[in-house]
């Protein structure tokens, strides 16, 4: 379960990049950003596809998902102190055995029935096009970050101006707020990436080579990078013919995703501030095998070992099961120098409800994920100076441990919980599971668990870390 919310609602997979890329110029990429395989390598995971599939995939309908409970003292006993024994699979085969009891429990996995795709949708592959040439330099300029978008307006308008090109980049505008064109985008990143596959078929759209994998589709907030979901702040839109994504979007998610070595203000960090969420008489969900705050405290005591096993120094929000406030927790990571912050939680929801999703502040002109998340971000937050290096922190660690279990990808999302918004380091808040979930507690209840996901999360921030060298080298 999440933490509060704050009195102000207000070498390639991961510099603020101007658009509200706010002044970061876009430069050929380092030698090392051009590395195949550089988001598994670095970020863990994603597609196991060397190229884009042939077919599109069919439209599905969003699964309702049950909205977490809110933050409350429980005064109930958990049903059950042992878990029954739990048999856990990693993506590489390795089978794990957690508990002392009876039979194993079944890895938790999305499984879908796909339907055939439309015969009579026509595809649009605009790959043979000058622009999308491997050996194209890349688009010089920079763009401001416009006053529209900390001003727009919710509702929605039909007024549309295609802009003049910036730089190279093609911008329409659209009720108020500005969007690139994907083709853009694709040419933008093509000298890092050499993207093969340009595709459009009814809403879907592809973008993609051996090295990466985008697609989304059109009326929709969900985008995939090599198989790791991302909530994007607006829907994707079609004008005249195009796949526009929002300029928001593209700078505070896409841009350093795609390019970490570019973020700006990215600083050297050699310690971790690890916060187990919840403690002392905030007991946060009542989980089938026991509270949230007690897996937490279990959570943050194998991340810390596992962190410092791989050299990094931790402190921990709490040690014991204490109540710490949320603005306390935040102090604790603003006055610790040369650190990044990590909270773990564990989520609420009905019996059915599953999966690990990862938490980075809603960038500020956007709206959080979901509605007690936080409401409209209008005049941004202290941890909104954090944004980019934030999104590649969250895409290292879910996609880190997404990768090496069979879990529902729930996604990156946005949300203004208190121990983000103030936050002066880059942080993320972790929900690593369901309580109210039989199977899944059982894994969160199990040692074993803890220790295999502490063991991708360290491995998740060696990794980021890796990823912003030069840019922590250029200051």
């Not at 380092?30 to 596809?49: M, N, Q, V, W």
């Not at 194993?104 to 622009?131: G, M, Q, R």
């Not at 589709?217 to 991302?230: A, R, T, V």
């Not at 203004?416 to 599971?433: A, H």
Request: glycine share 10%; proline share 6%.
């Amino acid at each position: 379960m999440t933490s509060g919310l704050s009195s102000h609602l207000p070498k390639a997979l991961v510099a603020t990049f101007a658009l509200a890329l706010a002044s970061a110029s876009c430069g050929v990429a380092h030698a090392e950003d051009a590395k195949p395989g550089f988001f598994k390598k670095l970020f863990g995971g994603g597609s196991k596809t060397e190229t884009p599939p042939p077919a599109p995939e069919p439209e599905k309908k969003p699964a309702t998902k049950p909205k977490p409970e809110p933050e409350k003292t429980a005064t109930k006993k958990p049903a059950s102190s042992k878990p029954p024994r739990v048999i856990i699979t990693t993506t590489g085969g390795k089978k794990v055995e957690i508990g002392k009891k009876s039979a194993p429990a079944k890895t938790v996995a999305k499984t879908e029935t796909p339907k055939p795709a439309p015969k009579e949708e026509p595809i649009k592959d605009v790959t043979k096009s000058s622009a999308s040439k491997d050996n194209e330099a890349p688009m010089k300029g920079e763009f401001k970050e416009d006053d529209d978008d900390k001003t727009v307006s919710t509702e929605k308008s039909k007024a549309v101006e295609v802009l003049p090109a910036n730089g190279g980049w093609e911008i329409v505008k659209i009720g108020g707020r500005d969007y690139v064109t994907a083709e853009s985008i694709r040419n933008f990143y093509n000298p890092v990436y050499g993207f093969t596959t340009f595709r459009i078929q009814g809403t879907h759209f592809w973008l993609g080579s051996s090295k990466l994998i985008l697609k989304a589709q059109i009326g929709s907030q969900e985008m995939l990078i090599n198989n790791i979901k991302f909530i994007l702040s607006f829907p994707v839109v079609e004008y005249n013919g195009k796949v526009l994504f929002s300029r928001l979007d593209l700078c505070k998610l896409i841009d350093p995703v795609l390019y970490p070595s570019h973020i700006q203000n990215a600083e050297f960090f050699d310690t971790v501030v690890v916060d187990a969420g919840h403690g002392g008489h905030d007991a946060g969900a009542r989980g089938i095998y026991g509270y949230e705050k007690d897996f937490a405290l279990k959570m943050a005591m194998s991340v810390r070992a596992a962190l410092m096993q791989r050299g990094f120094k931790v402190i921990l929000t709490r040690a014991t099961d204490t109540f710490i406030t949320l603005g306390g927790r935040v102090a604790i990571a603003n006055q610790t120098p040369k650190s990044i912050f990590l909270s773990f939680h564990f989520n609420s929801g009905g019996a059915a409800a599953t999966g690990i999703e990862t938490w980075a502040l809603t960038p500020q002109s956007a709206a959080a994920t979901i509605s007690r998340g936080g409401g409209y971000n209008v005049n941004g937050v202290t941890g909104n100076k954090q944004d980019s290096a934030n999104i590649a922190l969250a895409t290292a660690v879910h996609a880190s441990v997404i990768s090496r279990f069979k879990f529902v990808d729930r996604g990156i999302k946005r949300a203004q919980w208190s121990v983000l918004t103030g936050c002066k380091r880059p942080g993320i808040l972790f929900e690593g599971g369901f309580v109210t979930n039989g199977a899944e507690c059982q894994l969160v209840a199990s040692e074993t668990y803890r220790q295999q996901v502490s063991a991708a999360i360290g491995d998740a921030v060696l990794n980021y870390r890796k990823a912003l060298e030069s840019a922590m080298a250029k200051r």
